[in-house]
């Protein structure tokens, strides 16, 4: 009787130890919290979202809502259990962080073809393995990868938002709205003048930043650059990302504020608020000192600071197919964001296509490589066919998806086209 071995119960591997599982193969799944813990994790459940509650964009209008809907056509617990506890957060869909994980968690444990083993991994296993350990995979795994694949991963760093007790915040001076009233209003917005603005950017360029560990090289990633860092960019970087005020007129006024920043419910309860975008390596007392400028969170308590972490990836476009398998090792999957797919909806979504590919690989079935026209498989075209030397981490977007037969200039018409067209193929494809 064939078994396969997934390594690391992140948003991954518990979605690829599902999909095995559900396709009737028995699973082992090593899972090494929490005897063991990586610098972001802090509770031992599985799935756990290190940074923020929002798994982004749920509508079909954007391409990772169109990965969603992909993923629950293929029986994906992350999304399914995300649905289940989702909390209000505009058109994005946001979760209950603890009771997503412990939903998760109790889905893939209670699971007849699962067996759970708690268990730090530092080889490559032989058999049908599916290692999905994530961007803070364990020193000794890691150093197994780069000696299996024979090539250097790389590192850079990824920086989590501090979050905010509600209660702590003055009501007074913020105001309930989400951008262009779109949604149900689910963001606290915290207001800025003109003067304020800039005393608050001449603040955080100024403050005092943690210091950077000497052996991973300082290297940003755009989408989730720290706060001081885009300040530091220029005067107007901040105004046209995370405090751009369109749309976000003072329900008071009617008045455009200068700055707003926005923060977004964190936990069920709505008593727990994170601030969007500002990811940040500030120490933490000093962020507590710039942060409390900003209009609103005078008197703030933090319940958790931002933090900067290793995000560790593989160079996949010279090391994996398509169907997550390794160059080298037919019975060898890797998945999650190690493999330079970016995002916690990516992640699963790997660890969904690797899963199911090892299910068939066990039952003696072909593996399956998903259209480019979907979501789903455009991610996996993406990582194993992009120029290798400049490889970065992609998250999910239509530009990956092959061009449509004719230009519709109407970006809505457009993005309703290719997602119709995502969703046509993916019917299409048995897998
Ligand atoms: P993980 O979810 O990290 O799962 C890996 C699992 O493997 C963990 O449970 C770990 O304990 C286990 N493990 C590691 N080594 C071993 C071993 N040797 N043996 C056994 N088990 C092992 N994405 C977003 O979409 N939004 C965000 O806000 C966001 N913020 C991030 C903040 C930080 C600090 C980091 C590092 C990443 C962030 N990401 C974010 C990126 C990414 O989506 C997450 O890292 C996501 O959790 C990746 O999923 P994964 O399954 O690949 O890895």
Redesign the pocket.
């Known amino acids: 009787t064939e078994f396969v071995n997934v390594?690391?119960?992140?948003?991954?591997?518990s979605e690829a130890a599902w999909q095995i599982a559900e396709a009737g193969v028995s699973v082992r799944l090593?899972?090494?919290?929490p005897e063991k813990?990586?610098e972001?994790?802090h509770t031992s459940d599985f799935?756990?979202l290190?940074?923020?509650n929002s798994l982004r964009g749920n509508s079909l209008a954007n391409a990772v809502g169109v990965l969603k809907e992909e993923m629950r056509r293929l029986n994906s617990v992350i999304i399914t259990s995300a649905d289940e506890t989702a909390v209000p957060a505009g058109g994005a869909l946001a979760v209950d962080r603890d009771s997503f994980s412990a939903t998760v968690t109790k889905k893939v444990k209670e699971h007849p073809n699962v067996t759970v083993i708690s268990?730090?991994?530092?080889e490559i296993p032989s058999g049908i393995t599916v290692i999905?350990?994530?961007?803070?995979?364990?020193s000794?795994?890691a150093d197994a990868i780069k000696a299996y694949n024979g090539s250097d991963g790389f590192y850079f760093y990824?920086a989590?938002a501090p979050i905010i007790d509600k209660s702590t915040i003055d009501m007074d001076k913020v105001y309930l709205k989400s951008r262009y009233d779109k949604g149900e209003a689910a963001y606290l917005n915290c207001p800025m003048t003109k003067d304020e603005f800039h005393a608050f950017r001449e603040a955080l360029i100024t403050a005092e930043v943690a210091p950077l560990k000497t052996f991973e090289k300082e290297k940003y990633f755009e989408g989730?650059m720290p706060i001081e860092v885009m300040a530091a960019r220029g005067e107007k970087t901040m105004l046209f990302g995370p405090m751009k005020p369109v749309g976000l007129e003072d329900p008071k006024t009617g008045k455009r504020p200068y700055a707003v920043i926005q923060l977004r419910q964190d936990n069920a309860a709505a008593s727990l608020y994170n601030i969007v975008g500002f990811q940040t390596h500030l120490k933490w007392g000093e962020q507590k000192r710039v942060f409390q400028m900003i209009p609103g969170l005078e008197n703030a308590e933090f319940v958790r600071y931002g933090?900067m972490?290793r995000?560790s990836f593989m160079n996949s476009p010279e090391l994996l197919r398509p169907t997550y398998q390794s160059v080298k090792r037919d019975d060898l999957f890797f998945a999650?964001?190690?493999t330079g797919v970016?995002?916690?909806v990516e992640?699963a979504a790997s660890?969904l296509l690797a899963g199911k590919n090892a299910a068939r690989l066990a039952l003696g079935q072909a593996v399956q490589t998903m259209p480019k026209e979907t979501v789903i498989g455009s991610m996996a075209y993406y990582i194993t066919h992009a120029e290798g030397k400049h490889f970065q981490p992609m998250n999910a977007n239509f530009g990956l998806l092959p061009e449509l037969p004719e230009r519709i200039r109407d970006k809505k018409v457009r993005y309703q086209t290719l997602a119709e067209r995502a969703l046509t193929h993916l019917a299409q494809t048995e897998i």
């Open positions: 390594i690391g119960a992140g948003l991954a591997g090593y899972e090494m919290r813990s990586t972001a994790h799935a756990e290190v940074c923020s268990e730090e991994i530092t999905a350990t994530g961007p803070l995979t364990s000794k795994l990824d989590a989730c933090v972490h995000n999650g964001q190690m970016e995002g916690y992640s660890g």
